[in-house]
T-cell receptor
Framework: GENVEQHPSTLSVQEGDSAVIKCTYS??????FPWYKQELGKGPQLIID?????GEKKDQRIAVTLNKTAKHFSLHITETQPEDSAVYFC???????????FGSGTKLNVKP | KAGVTQTPRYLIKTRGQQVTLSCSPISGHRSVSWYQQTPGQGLQFLFEYFSETQRNKGNFPGRFSGRQFSNSRSEMNVSTLELGDSALYLCASAGVAGANVLTFGAGSRLTVL
């Protein structure tokens, strides 16, 4: 549960393109995987989450997919906009309720 | 409704001193967690409280401690500060038991000189 690997560490895309961030985890017992967006000077903000009983969840331009067999989950942002520029973190809830392990973050830069 | 409020937002201390940070959760939330965020280590779990009881603890030395009051407000304390304690300390609250969705505050940025 302590190893959540997140790639890439930086991602630069043109406005309107798609962005994909991937995370892998090690604890097969984990069941809840949130994604957070952190803007400069602010705390992380939950943008989407997924539980292990579904393989995909979508909310407007944002989607998350989960592959429990392979132990990886991904964030997909379509039609990116400059305001999507921020640092994104994936997280995995450990077997201890409300204790989370976070990925190292991806700095997304959307160029206008 | 008001979000998670952390005070102070910024503070500077010197090595050896101690510091107390405060967190007021969203009204009705009874779970409060603390995380340390540094460029090198990322977000690391410190501890989590629910109804004044510490339910989970991370891998930090005993210099890091916390508590939660009956109104769900929480404080964390770091004693004998070291340079490596410089970080953004984030508090997050969550709703009733079974709702493990975290809402973070803006954090308290601690600089140790």
């Amino acid at each position: 549960g302590e190893n959540v690997e997140q790639h890439p560490s930086t991602l630069s895309v043109q406005e309107g393109d798609s962005a994909v961030i991937k995370c892998t985890y090690s604890d097969s017992a984990s069941n809840y995987f949130p994604w957070y967006k952190q803007e400069l000077g602010k705390g992380p903000q939950l943008i989407i989450d997924i539980r292990s009983n579904v393989g995909e969840k979508k909310d407007q331009r944002i989607a998350v997919t989960l592959n429990k067999t392979a132990k990886h989950f991904s964030l997909h942002i379509t039609e990116t906009q400059p305001e999507d520029s921020a640092v994104y973190f994936c997280a995995e809830e450990s077997s201890n309720f409300n204790k989370f392990y976070f990925g190292s973050g991806t700095k997304l830069n959307v160029k206008p | 409704k008001a979000g998670v409020t952390q005070t102070p937002r910024y503070l500077i201390k010197t090595r050896g001193q101690q510091v107390t940070l405060s967190c007021s959760p969203i009204s009705g939330h009874r779970s409060v967690s603390w995380y340390q965020q540094t460029p090198g280590q990322g977000l690391q779990f410190l501890f989590e409280y629910f109804s004044e009881t510490q339910r989970n603890k991370g891998n930090f030395p005993g210099r890091f401690s916390g508590r939660q009051f009956s109104n769900s407000r929480s404080e964390m304390n770091v004693s004998t500060l070291e340079l490596g304690d410089s970080a953004l300390y984030l508090c997050a609250s969550a709703g009733v038991a079974g709702a493990n969705v975290l809402t973070f505050g803006a954090g308290s940025r601690l600089t140790v000189l």
